[in-house]
């Protein structure tokens, strides 16, 4: 029987290794992690994150041919293919800092397990790993290999929270990288055999290992980058008074290019687009390629410019001042059908209200109070570290109150800001939340999913990201 173990039991390994055991009966698949409230809420009924799909999915196995332990140096020394699937942050500190990737916990990862192995392994990048770290990696396996044979394959994970699930069941493709020895094309066949149990030949792509690393920053940079052409030409639009959604549309329809991620909002968020193209900045200036550098770090500019303006339309709009006014958030996840709050808008939107001592009221259905305080009281690039590496739980913000439905978060507040494009936000009662405001009552749609005209005709002054603006919108100070 073939032995999976994978370490990490976060976003990326648990989902994996659950559609793995369902799809593959026949192997035995361990989950570890050192995190042992983490392996418990694994082995619980209630899972440790939410993505739709995924309870039944790890319910059907686990027991049978999955399991999740924090036994980590058993199942690691018992596996044949092991993968690696922890955190690479941006580093905070020291070389590289605030763009390079911290591979400590890689790094350690790799000491353990040619510490622990008395059989050959196949060991598998998961994590989102700069260029070249597979041979950072083979190198200390192989000085500490005592005999033992290891190869490395890269084998990026393309999943998009909210659709993991089903991004598992039938993927666009899997790319597995490897050595282009006869060793390395037989453990590329071993994975790929594993696959091959669900996914078609023609979608599992084999190729060298850099190409492999270098795809998955690649494909995230693109993806990014598109979400950032969108907001620049957002705030074109709101200059001359185009309708972003009708060009996106009319771009969109040229099938070079294509519909897909054409939505403007007030940002891209997620645990991988900005610290990705960070990397790939990084890597390029390493490489004395400072002009490749520029163009991608332009990405992230814009990003965080469509963030500070989507602030600065609330404060003017509100005759310049929020102080002490009561703000409602709604949503906080950096996407809808996700808790997951790594590097969402949201944190950046608050802070900047915060500054001007705005009163918020927060609502998002699947995300918690403390995370919301946490996230809010840490420094950039934090999250990303071990819960046990990150500042003691946060003091209480005095501004901040987290509350568990729309209807309470907007009672009484002069302004609603949309930040996740939960459904449910769309069918809300809004002439129920316009009798319960202050007035003027403005709605800030980041994320374009309410009906405009039927808001203004309530009441509202409405901005919505790229759309026309609001006559009221147009007599307020210009905004820096």
Known sequence: MVKICCIGAGY???????????????????VVDIS?????????????????????VVKKCRGKNLFFSSDVEKHVSEADIVFVSVNTPTKTQGLGAGKAADLTYWESAARMIADVSKSNKIVVEKSTVPVKTAEAIE?????????????????????????????????????????????????????????????PMDRII????????????????????????????????????????????????????????????VGFGGSCFQKDILNLVYICECNGLPEVAN?????????????????????????????GKKIAILGFAFKKDT???????????????????????????????????????????????????????????????VVWDAYAATKDAHGICILTEWDEFKTLDYQKIYDNMQKPAFVFDGRNIVDVAKLREIGFIVYSIGKPLDEWLKDMPAVA
């Open 12 to 30: 990326v390994g648990g989902p994996t290794m659950a559609v793995i055991a369902l799809k593959c009966p026949e192997i035995q698949v361990a």
């Open 36 to 56: 042992v409230p983490r392996i418990s809420a694994w082995n619980s009924d209630t899972l440790p994150i939410y993505e739709p799909g995924l309870d039944e």
């Open 139 to 199: 190198k200390i396996l192989t000085h500490n290999s005592k005999g033992i044979n290891f190869q490395i394959l890269s084998n990026p994970e393309f999943l998009a929270e909210g659709t993991a699930i089903q991004d598992l069941f039938e993927p666009d493709r899997v790319l597995i990288g490897g050595r282009e020895t006869p060793e390395g094309q037989k453990a590329i066949k071993a994975l790929r055999d594993v696959y091959a149990h669900w996914v």
């Open 206 to 265: 084999c190729t060298n290992l850099w190409s492999a690393e270098l795809s998955k920053l690649a494909a995230n940079a693109f993806l990014a980058q598109r979400i950032s052409s969108v907001n620049a030409m957002s705030a074109l639009c709101e200059a001359t008074g185009a309708d972003v959604s009708q060009v996106s549309h009319a771009v969109g329809k040229d099938t070079r290019i294509g519909p897909k991620f054409l939505n403007a909002s």
């Open 295 to 323: 163009y991608w770090k332009q990405v992230i500019k814009v990003n965080d410019y469509q963030k500070a303006r989507f602030v600065n339309q609330i404060v003017s709009s509100m005759f310049n001042t929020v102080s």
């Open 339 to 401: 808790g997951d709050t790594r590097e969402t808008p949201a944190i950046d939107v608050c802070k900047g209200l915060l500054g001007d001592k705005a009163m918020l009221s927060i609502y998002d259905p699947q995300v918690s109070e403390e995370q919301i305080q946490r996230d809010l009281s840490m420094n950039k690039f934090d999250w990303d570290h071990p819960v046990h590496l990150q500042p003691m739980s946060p003091s209480s913000m005095k501004q901040v109150s």
